[in-house]
């Protein structure tokens, strides 16, 4: 082989069709990549610029120094399963069997991922609310299921029930529900909960409720979750990621809580997509829980301090906007700043004026061309936004 030679170059071989033709390379990384490029801010792609805990980040080196490097069990440590547990116990009343009921995975991607290869199945339907996160559309289509979006109603992004119950259908299998949503903020509230409850009583739907950013919620508001709801807590898959609670998305651990014979299912995934997740962090996450048990009620105050910065820093913008109910992510209206469409918008933010963000048509099967919104990561130290918000302010 020749240095200028790539493999496919000297292999003649009929390479198959994609069996995802239209899954390109996740906006998050281009944004990301874009803002690197043009030394731009990066408010795109939602992770923390700050360190989380040092004391959980050195129960992770204790653990590796003290030989816990082999497999973790395939279900998750122990003593991990136990502190989720406990915690849903804690904070939503809800009962779950640490054996049988509890799966540590890599990251809440996977989780989401395994729960839909294990119920869904060809020509089988999953409804999606748009905007919705990109990585649910992938998983439905590769196991052969068929992604029906229904839109979120504008301004509010609430679900639309009447929507929803019309296009339920025998072929219905999964509903996939992400509070509190990813771009929006917005939150499910108890009243949304019964509403879903009404609609898939006598039905075999499946519920997967992605709940990522469960302690990132604002204004003294509760999380909702799936988990506070008996009798929906029964036919879902709860996800949830501690890279989002303890500022360590690189680490990629995440779990999933569904009732025994749903996760019996979901593990017979689990164990061949990944088998198990890093033992050292599963370890240190555990302690940490154990040692700083209320860490995470300290969260929704840290980040609406964020969040009012950042709204603050961008009030005398051109943007409109309403502060995220949760999440660490700010959607804004740019229609009084320009009237790009918002993928070209976020290119010339990132390129000219050196501030990235997310178009949020590309969570959108359907965008409407009418809307034109942004979402800002708002997880970022006060320096970075006080940077961006003057930025923004001279558009
Ligand atoms: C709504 C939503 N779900 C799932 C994930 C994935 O979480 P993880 O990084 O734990 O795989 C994210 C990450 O950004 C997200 O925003």
């Known amino acids: 082989m020749h240095s200028s030679d790539t493999l496919h170059s000297v292999t003649p071989f009929h390479y198959p069709t994609t069996k995802l033709p239209k899954v390109g390379t996740t906006i998050f990384s281009v944004m990301s990549q874009l803002a690197a490029q043009h030394g731009a801010i ?18 992770v080196t204790y653990h590796m120094a003290h030989g816990a490097n082999q497999y973790a069990p395939m279900t998750g440590m122990p003593s991990l399963r136990e502190a989720i547990a406990e915690k849903v116990e804690r904070l939503y009343g809800c009962q779950v069997d ?16 395994a729960a839909i290869s294990a119920v869904v199945r060809a020509g089988d339907e999953v409804i999606v609310f748009d905007p919705c996160y990109d990585c649910y559309e992938p998983a439905i289509e590769i196991n052969g299921g068929i992604c029906r979006h229904l839109p979120l109603t504008l301004p509010e992004f609430n679900i639309d029930w009447q929507l929803l119950k019309s296009s339920l259908t025998p072929r219905t299998r999964m509903i996939i529900v992400n509070t509190p949503h990813n771009p929006s903020g917005a939150t499910l509230s108890k009243a949304d909960l019964d509403q879903l409850a009404d609609l898939v009583r006598d039905t075999h739907i499946l519920l997967l409720g992605d709940e990522v950013y469960e302690h990132i919620v604002f204004d003294d508001q509760p999380h909702n979750s799936l988990l506070t709801h008996a009798e929906l807590a029964a036919r879902s898959f709860v996800v949830s990621s501690f890279g989002k609670t303890y500022h360590t998305t690189g680490w990629k651990v995440g779990y999933c809580i569904a009732p025994a014979p749903l996760s019996v299912e979901l593990r017979k995934v689990h164990q061949y997509l990944t088998f198990s997740t890093a033992t050292p962090l599963q370890l240190a996450i555990a302690d940490y829980m154990k040692k700083d048990p209320h860490y995470t009620n300290e969260l929704p105050a840290f980040y609406q301090q964020k969040r009012d910065l950042f709204c603050a820093l961008i009030r005398d913008s051109g943007f409109s906007f309403t502060p995220a109910k949760g999440t660490y992510f700010q959607l804004v209206d740019y229609s009084a700043v320009s009237d790009l469409d918002d993928v070209s918008f976020a290119r010339w933010l990132t390129v000219e004026k050196g501030v ?6 590309v969570f959108c099967a359907e965008p409407n061309p009418s809307m034109k919104l942004v979402r800002f990561c708002f997880a970022k130290g006060a320096d970075t936004l006080n940077q961006a918000g003057a930025r923004l302010c001279q558009l």
């Open 42 to 59: 990066n408010l795109s792609q939602g992770f923390p610029d700050f360190e989380g805990p040092e004391a959980l980040r050195e129960r």
């Open 98 to 113: 640490v054996e049988t009921e509890v799966t540590v995975t890599s990251g809440a991607t996977e989780a989401i991922f």
């Open 356 to 361: 990235a963000a997310i178009p949020v048509s």
